[in-house]
């Protein structure tokens, strides 16, 4: 089994996302202030475990989702 971590800027949260959810999702391109038409995969936030990293006990795994999240990206880098 292949699981996927992003950390947030702060390093604060973590999400962590099964393999099979990445490989499974639809591929976007998004434009941000580093380039034009990135490729992300689409990744809807129910299928990631968000953990905060500053809790000592990780057993509930919940997530504070104060800032309405609907989906998630994650950056496609393809071989050179």
Known sequence: ???FVVFRSDCKQAWFIDG???RDSKVATLNNKYASN???YHIDVNDARVINM???DLKGLEEDRSEKITDAFINVKYPA
């Open 20 to 22: 099979q959810v990445v």
């Open 54 to 56: 500053k809790d000592s």
């Open 1 to 3: 089994m292949l699981t």
């Open 38 to 40: 990135e490729k992300f």
